[in-house]
């Protein structure tokens, strides 16, 4: 009698994952359920629905409301449904005169005190306890309602989506604990008693100044209108809803998107979600005001030089000028002289064009992605070593892991949700290890067990895993059978070698990391040592000249010490941006054809030629620094560069001013003027995640679909505009929809050939590799065997950078995010998450501070052998001496002019991770700053010239 | 031009200095010409080459041998 699972209903308590079945029988009809479930649950899984109040199925049972009360053959009393668990033979009443008296009553109480504003509450239709009053059959509140009550408690409007309006609340307590067990973060508690009781935000502030992080959890708990989003508020309820997936981080957030017509109310997490299981962040739930933000651009445009205004123009107009310069060019200065930049914002389908377009209309290989300046490193390193370019694990997978180590990412920040699950998992007990020069707040999860923080030097991850695995060799902490069955013998035995040399060992490297020994043995013994240890690490580990090198190290850590193949253990990527993977796995590197086929493989290009009828280059194209350097070297002349920033994003910033210059075509396709578009010719407007169709692969691999929701505010989808380029330089493409390109994608992809948009359909997502030997997709990789066979233990020999501290740049600039900011910011930016963030500034330890005269929120200048920028201090203590920290969410900020073009040896990955740097007192913005100042201003006024209707 | 023929002196001597431990020059050269092989792009290989005809001596020798091997290979 279960009814099939339903991601929109609410169960009332979570699932249990017991193996072990129990049948009871619920109003005379037999349920077959796991251990452990509820009463209530089981009786929801057949379609009897309990009242209830205080229980949420993304919650456990709290028990407080009583509404949920039935009565068990044999049982005392009318107990609570969602605390008592199902037994073997369990006899249950959901209704009778007893159980709908005490309901009654129950509700009677909560409506006394209870403002009857139903008609005009922004909740009216979808509240849950107008719902229970309808389903208890309340007909009357004898108490009245002019005894003692709370229905003037004053709203809380600080934060900027949504409102706290205490006169409703019903004290359930549900957004408390939405706010310590689903988020993680304690904000909120129930202070008083009894009928004084009510819920309080930090130590009694209000929301925005509270440690509230905007999740939006409690918002979503709260069966009543007391948590509200403000859209809600001034909208109305929305009418229909559409599943699709959130475009800011990798961790890939299933919504819904609820709507009233085309317009969208709110972004609901969705329960079905297999990465976020209903939960989500600040940027992905309340952040998407940018989409119809009116800095949108909503028509091509074209012009001639970049000193000139732009000057709208139709599509055809402006894709015929694009296809004729680009032809021009190439008859001109050679088929190589153009190539174009793929972008991890856009979904797979139009990375996957974009990269077509290169090799088979432009002729050649010059494609490469902004992953190239975030994650190549990983796939270069898990490919030598794993066979893979890719992450091993689920995020559920961190629910099994007994030790974790975290290096170089900041996930509470950048990937909010995996950070709130990690944090649950350290709240049960799992062991944590931060190697960060920063002090992140992970380290300050509440209820956290025993954590080690190792605060090293920007630079030394080699050195700091190379000692870890020293250890792990050397203390005989192996996983011998791992490593006999799994691993390559040749391999190993010279690996074993080069890291059991005394030069590994934590106390040679001290000086070189600035941690001491006892803590990298300690650190080792306890990841060597855990059941099950898992490592997730982000850019601090990829944006360094030894980027690489460190991703095989960490493989090599996790394989020595049996760590792969298996739940709870693994390497994991954390992702930067939503489609990160997809974007490396469709291609978008210039060696590499869709799922990592090398151009020089005689087999997959020919199977590419093939399909797409024409013959490709075999040697691989430019990179995007090598891409910069020939276009100041006048050899390179035209690029299509499809939503990406380049201009803002990648370092040394006067150097990609000066490259960009230097073109003679420069074709941006974004929804607004980036600051790569200021030195655009011809600027095709993009369409945001809510207006088109799509897939995006999330960092464990998954396959999400984006729906559109909305019209394309220009009228094209990014893929149609592509295809429109293509067509207009002679080579055809005819895609109806997104679902063609899949089924290209998946005919000559073998990690995607089980991929289809009806399947995708009836699974929700799929990870790859999905094919005939895993149909339903690998949630967990390399279980009996990795693509290569055996893995391939990696010499990761520490090699410094050159950049280095000095007596003229004494300190080490190191950079990052922030939670309420993604990226360069042109999204968030344009949302009300300013509140959080409105400027970058500049993180100073207070004895570097101290020893020049700084005080927090002096203007500092800034300066590298690269270039001068200003911003604000912030005196913390988050960082060690010597090191200073900043983020790169605002332009003005110039943090990019600071940075070098040090980058990773083996891919180019640029070294944002150290910059060497001097620090003093100013009192005005710098040289670079006040160009761009000037530049801005006459490139806005040349968008203003083109739209003279101002819209 | 020479800001690019600098970058890629820095680049192939950083995949030298990072490959050291393969062994001896001629074992590094090997890694390294696979490397530039599988990832180098024609014109940066073309430019490679010119530094190896005029003997740079900027170029770590490692990284010289392999930008030979990878000449010899392309000629024959
Ligand atoms: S928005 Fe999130 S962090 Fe803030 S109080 Fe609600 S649950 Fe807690
Ligand atoms: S704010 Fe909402 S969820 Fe929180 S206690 Fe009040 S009614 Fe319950
Ligand atoms: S965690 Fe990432 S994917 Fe999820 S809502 Fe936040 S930004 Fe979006
Ligand atoms: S729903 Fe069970 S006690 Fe509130």
Known sequence: MLQHFDPNKDYGTPASLSEKQVTLEIDGIEITVPEGTSVMRAAALADINIPKLCATDNLDAFGSCRLCAVQIEGRRGLPASCTTPAEQGMKVWTQNDKLAKLRRNIMELYISDHPLDCLTCPANGNCELQDMAGAVGLREVRYGFDGENHLDAPKDTSNPYFTFDASKCIVCSRCVRACSDVQGTFALTIDG?????RVVAGQDENFLDSECVSCGACVQACPTATLMENAVIEMGQPEHSVVTTCAYCGVGCSFKAEMKGDKLVRMVPYKGGDANHGHACVKGRFAFGYATHKDRIRAPMIRDTIDQPWKEVSWEEAIGFAARRLKEIQAKYGRESIGGITSSRCTNEETYLVQKLIRAAFGNNNTDTCARVCHSPTGYGLKQTLGESAGTQTFDSVMKADCVLVIGANPTDAHPVFGSLLRRRLREGAQLIVADPRHIDLLDTPHLGDAMHLPLRPGSNVALVNALAHVVVTEGLEDRDFIAARCDDGAYAKWRAFIADARHAPEAVASITGVAAEQ?????????????????YGLGVTEHSQGSTTVMGIANLALATGN???????????????????????GSFPHELPGYQHVADPVARGRFEAAWGVTLDDEPGLRIPNMFDAAIAGQFKAMYVQGEDIAQSDPNTQHVEQALRSLECLIVQDIFLNETAKFAHVLLPGSTFLEKNGTFTN?????????????PVAGKEDWEVTVALANALGYPMAYRHPSEIMDEIASLTPSFAGVSYEKLEQHGSLQWP?????PEGTPIMHVDSFPIGKAQFALTEFVPTDERASRRFPLLLTTGRILSQYNVGAQTRRTANQAWHDEDVLEIHPHDAEERGINDGDWLGISSRAGQTVLRARISERMQPGVVYTTFHHPGSGANVITT?????ATNCPEYKVTAVQVEKVTQPSQWQQNFQANHQRQQKFLRDAQPESR | MSNEKDHLIKMINQIARNNSSAGDDSAVADVVAGHIKKFWSRRMKQQLFELVEQRSERLYPAARMAGERLRSAQVN
């Open chain 1, 699 to 711: 960092a464990e691999r998954r396959i999400n679909r984006v729906r559109k929701v909305m019209p």
């Open chain 1, 193 to 197: 008693r009894g009928f004084d009781s």
């Open chain 1, 564 to 586: 792969i193949g298996r739940e709870g253990v693994g390497v994991n990527p954390l992702r930067g941006q939503n489609n990160v993977q997809g974007s490396c796995d469709m």
């Open chain 1, 901 to 905: 073009d040090n980058s990773d040896w």
């Open chain 1, 520 to 536: 990298i043995r300690a650190a080792a013994r306890a990841y060597a040592k855990a059941p099950n240890a898992a490592i997730y």
């Open chain 1, 770 to 774: 999905c094919n005939a030997e895993h």
